[in-house]
């Protein structure tokens, strides 16, 4: 090589000439580049379908805005990961263990270097799995399944055509905060209690329970020369902001609405919940209404503003080498009396109905029921982590974390720029802090797992973090 452009020594024909150019560029832009392709694909269920998120049966009426699932595909040195952020509520490991294993027939990406991520949105489809006990009719019940079994098909395409589109990128990493669109939904009250959502302008609300994490971590790749490929943005706050009964993402609909226009709609734009199973987005000293989408709207532009600020203090990661790594932690069980399960079935059985249970009732047969069918068995709870060089890392969590673990996760990674994500590669339901389950409330009396099981996560994920940076 050292003579290929001494010259002296070069054949200047013409032939000679295009191919030494042609070798040249080839190695230039290929060999050793890290890669980037991002691609959408719309998974908006049929009307009927039921929808998600409330102890309550209801079935889509209109289409807001469609649902997506979407990939985002990096290669560097033969090594290839893919994130993947749908417009549902959850992803059971069931079917994210589907869609890994179709997208590696697909593309070629290894199962375990893929992370499957849901946004929360209450505004998508019931998601089934062997813990969730909806009841609903033949109908709806037939849409479900017909559109369970192409679920996970459409990520895989999402991932496959993500990877055919593969090109040599840059990306960079910036942090910004907002701290008005999120809010802690557990308080201390006058009572002595810990009350949840305790309503707007309650007079006995002494004050929050618990933290938000303001952190709006964005991850930005372009092509070398210049052109967008995707803004990913992780951001804490319970996506329920909507509600109804129309198909919508959500918040993340404007956020990728107003990030499109500004960056150019061939952009795909990402939103990864942050750990957020104690937070959500009403503030209890602001005005009576707040959800509906002219609500979510404008919530969603204040995150877009904090986005663009963002961009502009983004700074390029050296991705010198990609690593992916992922591990099963057992999740001890909540422990729960065996005398109590025929009541907890009884209760269960009136879901929908008239005579419904009152909702914690409802929230702590249900817990009973799946806990007692578990047999004993601890919960599986999948933590895997991507490290972009020696700069950036992505932890993922199944199920919906307090946003002290996440915290904390953050604060002692050895990587300086570290983004927690919840809702990836499996539904455990919520997982509080210790301190939580003294206090008592909806989560706590939710939660399938022991105290304590949060902080085993955050312990394992740490062990891998520091492992990786160590390699």
């Not at 079917?95 to 992370?115: F, N, Q, V």
């Not at 490929?229 to 909507?242: E, G, K, Q, R």
Request: charge should be negative; include cysteine; proline fraction near 6%.
């Amino acid at each position: 090589m050292k003579n290929l452009f001494n010259l002296k020594h070069i054949d200047h024909s013409p032939k000679r000439v295009m191919l030494i150019l042609a070798c040249f560029f080839s190695l230039s832009t290929i060999a050793g580049d890290l890669q980037i392709g991002a691609s959408a694909v719309k998974i908006t269920p049929p009307l009927g379908t039921p929808m998600a998120g409330y102890y309550y049966a209801r079935g889509a009426e209109k289409v807001h805005d469609d649902l997506y699932a979407k990939a985002l595909v990096m290669e560097k040195d033969g090594i290839r990961v893919a994130i993947v952020s749908c417009d549902i509520i959850e992803i059971p490991a069931e079917l994210a263990d589907d869609a890994r294993r179709l997208a590696e027939k697909a593309s070629g990406i290894a199962a375990d270097h893929i992370m499957i991520g849901a946004t929360h949105a209450h505004t998508g489809p019931v998601i089934l799995s062997p813990s969730n006990m909806y009841t609903m009719d033949a109908k709806s019940g037939e849409l479900l399944k017909d559109y369970m079994a192409k679920l996970p098909g459409l990520m895989a395409q999402s991932i496959k055509q993500a990877n055919d589109a593969l090109k040599p990128a840059t990306l960079s990493y910036g942090l910004g905060k907002e701290e008005t669109i999120s809010f802690n939904r557990r308080f201390f009250m006058k009572d002595g209690t810990v009350g949840w959502n305790p309503g707007i302008g309650n007079p006995d609300i002494i004050k929050p329970a618990g933290p938000i994490d303001p952190d709006v971590s964005v991850l930005y790749a372009e092509t070398v020369s210049g052109m967008p490929i995707s803004t990913y943005v992780n951001f804490a706050v319970h996506l329920d902001i909507v509600s109804g009964m129309e198909f919508s993402a959500d918040m993340p609909y404007t956020l990728s609405t107003i990030l499109g226009k500004v960056k150019g709609p061939e952009m795909v734009t990402f939103f990864a919940p942050g750990c957020s199973g104690n937070l959500n987005h009403i503030n209890v000293k602001g005005p009576e209404r707040q959800g509906g989408q002219k609500f979510a709207a404008q919530l969603g532009t204040i995150l877009a503003g904090e986005v663009m600020k963002t961009y502009a203090r983004a700074k390029t990661i050296d991705v010198g080498k990609i690593s992916a790594t992922s591990e099963i932690v057992k999740l001890p069980l909540a422990e729960f009396d065996p005398a109590d399960l025929p009541k907890a079935r009884e209760i269960a059985s009136k879901f929908g109905k008239d005579d419904a249970a009152p909702f914690m009732e409802m929230v702590n047969a249900y817990k009973i029921i799946d806990v007692a069918e578990r047999k004993g068995k601890p919960m599986d709870a999948e933590i895997q982590v991507f490290a972009l060089g020696d700069e950036f890392a992505i932890v993922s969590l199944p199920g919906e974390i307090f946003t002290e673990l996440g915290m904390y996760i953050k604060s002692r990674s050895p990587y300086p720029y570290t983004m927690v994500i919840e809702l990836a590669n499996g539904s455990i339901d919520y997982i509080p802090d210790r301190k939580a389950f003294v206090e008592g409330n909806y989560e706590p009396v939710s939660s399938r797992c022991a105290p304590g099981s949060g902080e085993m996560l955050v312990e394992h994920a740490l062990k891998i973090l520091n492992e990786l940076k160590n390699n």
